[in-house]
Antibody, heavy 120, light 108 residues
Framework: QVQLVQSGAEVKKPGAPVKVSCKAS????????MHWVRQAPGQGLEWMGVINPSGGDTIYAQKFQGRVTMTRDTTTNTVYMELSSLRSEDTAVYYC?????????????WGQGPLVTVSS | SYELTQPPSVSVSPGQTARITCSGDALPKQYAYWYQQKPGQAPVLVMSKDSERPSGIPERFSGSSSGTTVTLTISGVQTEDEADYYC???????????FGGGTQLTVV
């Protein structure tokens, strides 16, 4: 069965970076893109970007360009999302979500979503 | 940046029909997808390509599209359907994903 298992909750100081991992299993890793979606407490879902695990190419939402980096490790079937220069507004649950390799963006499997708290 | 617009809340009684709309300029060109999210849980895909119901989703969930608006309809609403619902699509280029602001469905 498809599983996306993410790293645990984090508490970070303002200005620090955070790196969240997402380990995929139950399917062929390079045959699906991986998206990152975040949700601030009590707020809606926000698309952050996508990585193609096959070639490593990425597309980032304009809001996060320059601050987010998505990478992958095909030897461990893991994708990573690093967000730098954290501020309090980045406090959110960060989900990885599987999407098609080609065609429409939509998400059929989601990770459990760790909470990243930014606080001094 | 591209936006999808949903009503913040919809309220229905059990057994009634709930309709949740989502509007966006690129929806005639890009399919919409709907997710149900209950407190403390990850979202679950409940409607695909405007009107295709994924496996395992009850038949009371249906979807439709007309111009720049898509609609998720829940017929015979049950108390277990109380949740937040999000529409999702892509911008006209297909390169950037976008979510609507979410609609809280209350079953009273």
């Amino acid at each position: 069965q498809v599983q996306l298992v993410q790293s645990g909750a984090e508490v970070k100081k303002p200005g620090a970076p955070v790196k969240v991992s997402c380990k995929a299993s139950g399917y062929t890793f390079i045959n699906y893109k991986m998206h990152w979606v975040r949700q601030a407490p009590g707020q809606g879902l926000e698309w952050m970007g996508v990585i193609n695990p096959s070639g490593g190419d990425t597309i980032y939402a304009q809001k996060f360009q320059g601050r987010v980096t998505m990478t992958r490790d095909t030897t461990t079937n893991t994708v990573y999302m690093e967000l730098s220069s954290l501020r309090s507004e980045d406090t959110a649950v960060y989900y990885c979500a599987r999407g098609l390799l080609q065609g429409d963006y939509y998400f059929d499997y989601w990770g459990q979503g760790p909470l990243v708290t930014v606080s001094s | 940046s591209y936006e999808l617009t949903q009503p913040p809340s919809v309220s229905v009684s059990p057994g009634q029909t709930a309709r949740i709309t989502c509007s966006g300029d690129a929806l005639p060109k890009q399919y919409a997808y709907w997710y149900q999210q209950k407190p403390g849980q990850a979202p679950v895909l409940v409607m695909s390509k405007d009107s295709e119901r994924p496996s395992g989703i009850p038949e009371r969930f249906s979807g439709s599209s007309s111009g720049t608006t898509v609609t998720l309809t829940i017929s015979g609403v049950q108390t277990e359907d109380e949740a937040d619902y999000y529409c999702q699509s892509s911008d006209s280029s297909g390169l950037y994903g976008v979510f609507g602001g979410g609609t809280q469905l209350t079953v009273v």
